[in-house]
Structure formats: structure tokens, C-alpha cells
């Protein structure tokens, strides 16, 4: 069965200081994989997605950035956190012509 | 674009009421999916059901039912004799059909319920 995993679960980073969140899938291959970001209260923000290796399209210009080292690696990261970064980073994995996503545990981002 | 509205932000209901959930939808896709998916206090995700434009069936699942309406663009969920474990935000989801490659869901902004035992 596919599992999705994120780390850290929490993370509480100064304003400025560099961001690497990681998200990895097993037991599928050539996922396309998501990052959404969930601010207090709020619903989800699509960021970032990827179709393959390499291959990453941004939905909202912003601080953020994202890569796809591996098949099933998918990176978001950041070179200097802004307040406005805090929230809730959840990471997905869906397959091609097939729309539902599957979300991984999240991580918690606090920066102060 | 795209839209979808759940308009009730948070719901209470006593345990073992029924509850509905709203959800209401704009696409100009005649072809298109919708999601509903739980997300716990633990913040995870639970994808809990898909339905395609093209079948209208209403569909059950244990305590939960969900009504798909094309002539209204509603897509509500209902959660019969409800529990505590209940308890949780809602998303209602949406995708429009766009070929490989494109495969994004636009939700709404959540409902939370709280079930109170």
C-alpha cells in the first residue's frame, strides 16, 4: 500500500533563516506530488505540484520554492521565512488521470 | 475559474443528530470531479469520496450519504446519527477534467463540526 510521509511534523524558525520541508511516497511510482499551504482557520492553498522529476509549476507567486530531486522526493523550501510563511505545509500524492489527492500528515511551521 | 463554496464555517450538532453539510460549486467543465475529504484534529487529510459530473447517483456509505445535484451545483454530505469522532473540518473539493498533467482540486474554505456528546 502507498504511504505518504513529511518531516518535521513542527518547525519553529525565525523570520529570515532558510526552509527545507520534505515530503517522500512509497509504494507508487510516478506520482504527481503537491504542497499546499493551510493558514489558521483557513482552507487550503495549492503551491506547488510536480508531474515528474524535475518538472515543477508554481500556482502562487510567493517566497516559497519547490524541487523534485527524486521520483518520490518532493522538497519546499525556502532561502529567508517571512511571518506571512506560517501555517499548516501539507504535502500530497495523486496519480495521473486519476484526480483524488492523498495528503500526508502535514507539518507545522511557526515563524516568529 | 473554478469556485467552490461551503457556506456554513461551523456546525454543532447533539451526538446521534443527523447533519448536512453544504456544498456548492461553478465550472464551466462539463466534465468534472468533486471531493469531499476530513481533515481530523490531527490536521491530516481523509479522502473520503469522488464523484464524476457525469453520474448524479446518490451514494451511501455506512453513516455518510452524499447528494450530487448538476441542476443546483450542489454536492452536500450528510452524516447520519452522528458521533463524536465526528468531529472535524469538511472540505468539499473540486477538479475540472484537463488532461494528464493538470490534475488540481480548488476546495472551499471548510466546514468545522462539532458533534457534543
Known amino acids: 500500500s502507498q504511504t505518504i510521509h513529511q518531516w518535521p511534523a513542527t518547525l519553529v524558525q525565525p523570520v529570515g533563516s532558510p526552509l527545507s520541508l520534505e515530503c517522500t511516497v512509497e509504494g507508487t511510482s510516478n506520482p504527481n506530488l503537491y504542497w499546499y499551504r493551510q493558514a489558521a482557520g483557513r482552507g487550503l492553498q495549492l503551491l506547488f505540484y510536480?508531474?515528474?522529476?524535475?518538472?515543477i509549476s508554481s500556482e502562487v507567486p510567493q517566497n516559497l520554492s519547490a524541487s523534485r530531486p527524486q521520483d518520490r522526493q518532493f522538497i519546499l523550501s525556502s532561502k529567508k521565512l517571512l511571518l506571512s510563511d506560517s501555517g499548516f505545509y501539507l504535502c500530497a500524492w495523486g496519480v495521473a488521470g486519476v484526480y483524488e489527492q492523498y495528503f500526508g500528515p502535514g507539518t507545522r511551521l511557526t515563524v516568529t | 475559474a473554478q469556485k467552490v463554496t461551503q457556506a456554513q464555517t461551523e456546525i454543532s450538532v447533539v451526538e446521534k443528530e443527523d447533519v448536512t453539510l453544504d456544498c456548492v460549486y461553478e465550472?464551466?467543465?462539463?466534465?468534472?470531479?468533486l471531493f469531499w475529504y476530513k481533515q481530523p484534529p490531527s490536521g491530516e487529510l481523509v479522502f473520503l469520496i469522488r464523484r464524476n459530473s457525469f453520474d448524479e447517483q446518490n451514494e451511501i456509505s455506512g453513516r455518510y450519504s452524499w447528494n450530487f445535484q448538476k441542476s443546483t451545483s450542489s454536492f452536500n454530505f450528510t452524516i447520519t446519527a452522528s458521533q463524536v469522532v465526528d468531529s472535524a473540518v469538511y472540505f468539499c473539493?473540486?477538479?475540472?477534467?484537463?488532461?494528464?498533467?493538470?490534475?488540481?482540486?480548488?476546495f472551499g474554505t471548510g466546514t468545522r463540526l462539532t458533534i457534543i456528546p
Open positions: 465550472t464551466r467543465d462539463t466534465t468534472y470531479y
Open positions: 473539493a473540486l477538479s475540472e477534467f484537463s488532461g494528464f498533467g493538470n490534475e488540481k482540486l480548488t
Open positions: 510536480s508531474v515528474g522529476i524535475g518538472q
